[in-house]
């Protein structure tokens, strides 16, 4: 069964500061991998997709890396911003079926 | 194009009443799919559609109901309410295969007393 985790589950960073978020998943037998963003009381907002065959996508300041082999991805923000502040969900595709196993999200706190 | 609208945004129920959450979308979406949020556990899938009459279970299907009679609609309905079903609903669609990303709704909170 696959599980995703997301480590740290909280992380409080200065702004300005680059920032790396966390997302492991353990069967590497993935079709993709979706990064979210969800603010207080919201509901979700994709960030990135990656396909298993990519190794990277980018948008903006937003970088987000995947290694099946390893069964990790990395979301990278460049020079955050208290704007930046929200919660992080990634979430993996097994197939090309219809089901997203979610992580639990780290939430981001970027302080003035 | 209002993507996809959820209502209501706020319900109290007490144990063992009914009720429909409803959710709609304009983009005409093939798929649709109701998740649900509980602290420290990520989004967990209930049911989801991949077109008009065609649904299916997700991971925790027990307690719910849906049903998909047009494109555009995908309720979810709580038979008998209990308070484990106290969440934060859910519902997401989107155009194709699972290499297109999902569009949400912005939730439905649920207290079941």
């Known amino acids: 069964k696959q599980e995703v985790t997301q480590i740290p589950a909280a992380l409080s960073v200065p702004e300005g500061e680059n920032l790396v978020l966390n997302c492991s998943f353990t069967d590497s037998a993935i079709y993709n991998l979706q990064w979210f963003r969800q603010d207080p009381g919201k509901g979700l907002t994709s960030l990135l997709l990656?396909?298993?065959?990519?190794r990277e996508q980018t948008s903006g300041r937003l970088n987000a890396s995947l290694d099946k082999s390893s069964g990790r991805s990395t979301l990278y923000i460049a020079a955050s911003q208290p704007g930046d502040s929200a919660t992080y969900l990634c979430a993996v595709l097994m197939d090309s079926s219809y089901k997203l196993i979610f992580g639990s999200g780290t939430r981001l706190l970027v302080r003035p | 194009n209002a993507g996809v609208t959820q209502t209501p945004k706020f319900q109290v129920l007490k144990t063992g009443q009914s009720m429909t959450l409803q959710c709609a979308q304009d983009?005409?979406?093939?798929?649709m799919s109701w998740y649900r949020q509980d602290p420290g556990m990520g989004l967990r899938l209930i049911h989801y559609s991949v077109g008009a009459g065609i649904t299916d279970q997700g991971e925790v299907p027990n307690g719910y109901n849906v049903s998909r009679s047009t494109t555009e609609d995908f309720p979810l309905r709580l038979l008998s309410a209990a308070p484990s079903q106290t969440s934060v609903y859910f519902c997401?669609?989107?155009?194709?295969?699972?290499?297109?990303?999902?569009?949400f709704g912005a939730g439905s909170r649920l207290t079941v007393l």
């Open positions: 983009m005409n979406h093939e798929y």
């Open positions: 997401a669609s989107r155009v194709g295969d699972g290499a297109n990303v999902l569009t």
């Open positions: 990656i396909q298993s065959s990519q």
